[in-house]
């Protein structure tokens, strides 16, 4: 057989790589040794490339067929993002905590510093430890004065850019200390405290301030902030995920083979916790009209505003309204897809800033301090005169009047010779027939004196 100058092409297949059978193989490597006389020669070479060249398609098509079809998986997961999709950048909550990080870091007020100057905020992130619940306290005013604009926005999108402000304190207490740990904003001084009867669904999300007493608080309680969960079905951890006032799972898993919805695990050592706790503020007396019963408030305080206030306090919070759903009202809705599952919503306050108006550690003026002179040297007087002071509306009942002011005075504990303990604290229980008084009596010792009611 006369020698060809070249090889004929191989046949190709439907996916365009090249392959023969085995008997086309033998024949054209007989036909190559019998042209060349030498079976390593270049015929010999290309074929083997051309062998080795198959299986890499082969191994290539798989790899192919495998990250095709864990694409397509995940993407109809919802996990890559499609064409002309995006990752949703909130640039004007961003420009703002490069405001706030600026303000933190320049803003001169009071007396200067060796170290830090009068950078007021930059000399309190140095103090502050680096541990979870450290409170950065912010006078608004100051905002106001660096940047009408920020804080204007701030009043209108709290609860949007209250994250930002979190990170931006992260940031300089990172520049002031050489490290960064949890810190938490707090805004005082938040002009235009309001009753609780002015706050409207309208103010949901923005920053305000609200006044009243609290009657009840409970005990600090652990609150999820984020939680990492592993999968049920494939042991993926998932997270963190940011917890909005209740508890919430990952949506799906980020395993493209798994599509698990329902199965959760929290795992508690790796998710972020910190303390929380509830406070029943109700409105004055003094607020509360004719004929009214007084409206209550939940204000939700956290990290280091937890046990500053106590039942019986005039208190004043800033912060925001928040709806939640409402578990006390027996309402449930029908669980439809797309449907809101809560029928439901009640408000509720997130507090950054919880101050007593107490004013138990406020100086005496001089007046006052010659008014408690005066009464002291007044000798038997004394307790007559304390007597008329209660109610003073009210005409008569001196015993009644007596008993009040022993109550609302206190005694001492004391302990008889037979043992027996007495304890200085009274309780009075006022009896009478009606137009006697009693109401008056029980507003009066309860707006010189809430946690006496």
Sequence with gaps: MAPSSELPPPPTSALGYGMRSESSVGRRLGETEAWTGEPGSQAGSDLATMNTGRGRAAQTTSEEVQEERTRRLRDKLGLLPREGQSKVRDEAAEAFMTIFETFLTSFEAGEEDEEWGR??????????????????????????????????????????????????????????????????????????????????????????????????????????????????????????????????????????????????????????????????????????????????????????????????????????????????????????????RDAAYRLAFVACHAQAAGTADAPLTQSERAEVAELAEGGAQTYARLVQSVAPTVFGHEDVKRGLLLQMLGGVHKQTREGMRLRGDINVCVVGDPGTAKSQFLKYVAGLLPRAV
């Design 119 to 340: 950078r007021v905020y930059m000399r309190q992130l140095a103090r502050l430890r680096p541990d979870e619940g450290a409170l950065l306290e912010v006078e608004f005013g100051h905002i106001l004065e660096h940047d009408e604009r920020a804080a204007q926005a701030l009043v209108e999108n709290y609860l949007r850019l209250e994250p930002y402000m979190a990170r931006a304190a992260r940031r300089a207490q990172e520049r002031a200390q050489g490290s960064s740990g949890e810190v938490f904003v707090g805004l005082q001084g938040v002009p235009g405290a309001q009753g609780i009867r002015e706050l409207r669904s309208d103010r949901i999300g923005q920053l305000s301030s609200v006044r009243g007493t609290v009657t009840r608080t409970s005990e600090v309680r652990p609150e999820l902030v984020q939680g990492m969960f592993r999968c049920g079905e494939c042991g993926t951890e998932v997270g963190p995920v940011e917890q909005q006032f209740r508890y919430t799972e990952p949506s799906v898993c980020d395993s493209p083979l798994c599509q698990n919805r329902m199965q959760w695990t929290l795992v508690a050592n790796r998710s972020q916790f910190a303390d929380w706790q509830r406070v029943r503020l109700q409105e004055d007396a003094a607020e509360i009209p004719a004929g009214s019963m007084p409206r209550s408030l939940d204000i939700i305080v956290r990290g280091a505003l937890v046990e500053r206030v106590k039942p019986g306090d005039r208190a004043r919070f800033a912060g925001a309204l928040v709806a939640v759903p409402d578990g006390n009202t027996g309402v449930i809705a029908v669980a439809q897809p797309g449907d809101a």
